[in-house]
């Protein structure tokens, strides 16, 4: 848990666009694997820095998303990075499950390979099972 004093002096630090907002990637602190990028804003921050537990902010439903409120797949924070810019965050993550929405491991799950496009990530768990409520 970092202190509130830390927290307000980091969010000082960063820069945020027009609205409020910092692109963040995730990262498995482990293996080096790229998870997901989403967005964060100051609230987001803090409280993801307060709780250890990664928490975005939903652009399509404008509030906190706890990541794997509803799936419970969460993120644990393990270490929080800025760039050099002060315009994007790298977060190191211990991923319980997929991180993907379409039950993958990653969201990076397209690549274009001696010239064609793959999927180069197989479905770990069906959307409906992972999102069932």
């Known amino acids: 848990m970092t202190n509130k004093k830390i927290i307000e ?44 537990r990664v928490v975005y902010w939903s652009r399509s439903r404008q509030n906190l998303w706890r990541k794997g409120d509803t799936s419970g ?16 965050l790298l977060l190191q993550v211990n991923q319980t499950g997929v991180a993907c ?17 793959e999927v180069i990530s197989d479905v770990k768990i069906e959307p409906d099972i992972l999102y069932k409520q």
Not at 101 to 117: L, P, S, Y
């Open 101 to 117: 929405h379409t039950g993958r491991r990653t969201c990076f799950f397209n690549a274009v390979r001696d010239d064609k496009i």
């Open 9 to 52: 002096q980091l969010i000082n630090t960063l820069t945020f666009d027009q609205n409020g907002l910092i692109p963040a990637i995730a990262q498995q602190y482990n293996t080096g694997e790229v998870l997901m990028m989403a967005w964060m804003n100051k609230e987001s921050i803090s409280t993801t820095l307060l709780e250890n």
């Open 73 to 88: 797949q969460i993120q644990e924070l393990i270490e929080f990075r800025w760039d050099c810019d002060t315009d994007s």
